[in-house]
């Protein structure tokens, strides 16, 4: 790229982080230092403002980087993203946001401990959400990573990983000095300046092709070399029982993982009322359903005016399609057009990725210091020697540390795909033992305890054990072949195991299922009574 790109897209990176820590040292000097304040923001924000928090912590670089990405280079297969993320808000609206808003505090141990033995569900719980949060970093780090290096002409790996430093430091720091309060305010701007890059980008693909939809495909499918294939299913998982078994189980994952993500469900915590949480949910649903729309005129114009092969050339994944479409939609490269429309694009990413591993890390923390800290403290008995907020600050710096570093290692796999494998982990561990302790009467503490392990650990082996890691050329390790697993995505089986292991734990259970406890769970998750 020209020094043009760089100056323009660097002033803007600036700017927009800039801004961002002025909103965070405004909010570190007018918070008291309270749980409620630092997890939850106070439960002061409107529907309104937490649907644009919750689309802005949901609309990743996965999703305006991936996406586009993997429908440029594999057209109708691609699109399974989209609708998958879409579709998975349903599940969250209709069994899960309201529930949790009224049964929970901070986190999703909350909910689960609510009518278990406290101690086992919450180290169970809070090590699950860690876990799906770091591979969840790791896909922000790599758009990080990605968008650098073309901006940088893609000539220097050094740049790419301080760029994946830097990213993980200032997360670090809008977490441990702001809380939730300053990452929803950050998450509200990085929503609306990505929905209106979004729009932007969306009309002028559409201007290109006059209007008509029909015609942007019908160019698509001609520059991708592989004719109407392009837009019908089997391009990418259509090849053999294996390919067509991942798609099943990439399409299981993303609509059920979605309610299981930590810092999705921290995002009900932060409005004062259960009604507000499902009102929010509705605004988010409106926001990303427009925009995952959008992404697909993104990918398809991608494909049609830049090629799935220049796309390729400039990053195998696929994860700078969106900002080469950009530089071109402006007047190409050399052209002030293209340089200031790529430099608010490669922005608007940066944007994005800042705000959301903010809320990752946010959520994770909060596990670590509100789960797992103050569970291993009352073991022993003693007071705690640190405050929960001040554990959960000190776990943002070594989340961070651990999602730098898988970060690097992971940096040529496509986001989208990464955040794929979260999915299938928070689908796998967190939502069997939330919808068991929701709606199952007999569910006991053993049950959620081996709901728990019984997803994640298949789900993670499964994933170490898969042509992701090992095998293959584009694996994370490609000179080593351990593989044993041929799926890419754990989800088809993992999932079922979680459910599966719940209900063997329960059923082979000696503790009595508590009735009481039971009863008070239902009338406060439908009703709200007593709820904090």
Known sequence: MTGNHQTVALLLFSAFIAVTLAITTWVSRNRHGSPEEFYAGGRLFSPMENGFAIAGDYMSAASFLGISGLIALFGYDGMLYSVGFLVAWLVV???????????????????????????????????????????????????????????????????????????????????????????????????????????????????????????????????????????????????????????????????????????????????????????????????????????????FGAAAIIGPDDVRASNAAGNTAVPLLALDLGGGAGSTGGTVLFAIVAAVAFATILAVVAGITLASSASVAHDLYASLRRRHGRTRKYSEVTVARLAAAGIGAAAIGLGLLARDLNVAFLVGLAFAVAASANLPVLLYSLFWRNFTTRGAVWSVYGGLLPAVLLVVLSPVVSGSPDALFPGVDFHLFPLQNPGVVSIPLGFLAGWIGTVTSHEPPDAAKHAETEVRALTGAGAV
Not at 164 to 188: D, H, K, N, P
Not at 240 to 246: I, P
Not at 263 to 288: D, E, N
């Open 93 to 299: 609206l209709l069994l899960v946001a309201e529930l949790v808003r009224n049964c929970g505090r901070f986190t999703l141990a909350d909910v689960v401990a609510a009518r278990m033995t406290e101690r086992p569900v919450r180290i169970a719980a809070g090590t699950s959400s860690v876990t799906v949060s770091v591979l969840y970093l790791v896909a922000q780090m790599v758009g990080a990573g990605s968008l650098v290096a073309l901006l940088l002409g893609g000539t220097s790996e050094a740049a790419r990983s301080w760029t994946v430093i830097g990213v993980g430091a200032l997360m670090v720091i809008y977490v441990s000095l702001g809380g939730m309060r300053a990452t929803t305010w950050i998450q509200i701007v990085k929503a609306v300046l990505l929905m209106a890059g979004t729009i932007a980008l969306t009309v002028l693909v559409l201007l290109r092709f006059h209007g008509d939809f029909g015609q942007l495909l019908t160019a698509a499918a001609e520059r991708s070399g592989h004719g109407r294939d392009f837009l019908a299913p089997g391009l990418r998982y259509g090849g053999d029982w294996t390919a067509r078994l991942d798609f099943i189980s990439l399409g299981i994952a993303l609509v059920l993982g979605t309610a299981g993500l930590p810092h999705i469900l921290a995002r009900f915590y932060t409005v004062p009322t259960a009604r507000a949480a499902r009102r929010s949910v509705v605004w988010a649903i409106g926001l990303i359903g427009s925009f995952y729309l959008m992404t697909i005129v993104l990918g």
